[in-house]
């Protein structure tokens, strides 16, 4: 995932956390708000410390970046998409953490058809 398409400044989490709107299931908290002026999406992501080590937290981070990665093209262009990892991602592999993501994104029709 290319660092443009990413939410760094905390400035424009909260803007996204007040403006937006959200979403969650057991794993997964997903907050989105429309840009249109935008052509690609960009995503936030946190994954607190309660969640575990270091390790722990940034495995789960390039899990959620490598799913985004593979449904890249499915995805609507025009969304700033933050996603916050609950405590059950800490014991999920990257097809579980996939399959809670898109769940969350076609719940919300963040999804191409």
């Not at 905390?10 to 708000?33: C, D, I, P």
């Not at 262009?77 to 993501?101: E, V, Y």
Request: charged share 30%; no cysteine.
């Amino acid at each position: 995932m290319k660092k443009a398409f990413r939410i760094k400044d905390n400035k424009e989490f909260q803007y996204v956390f007040k403006q937006g709107k959200s979403f969650a299931n057991r794993q997964l908290v997903l907050y989105y708000m429309n840009k249109p002026e935008q052509n690609h999406f960009r995503i936030g992501l946190s994954v607190g410390k309660r969640i575990g080590n270091a390790v722990t937290r940034n495995q789960i981070k390039r899990y959620l970046r490598q799913a985004f990665l593979e449904l890249e093209e499915k995805v609507k262009p025009t969304k700033d998409i933050i996603i916050i990892a609950r405590q059950p991602t800490k014991d999920m592999n990257f097809h579980q953490i996939k399959k809670s993501l898109i769940h969350l994104l076609s719940r919300e029709h963040l999804l191409r058809k």
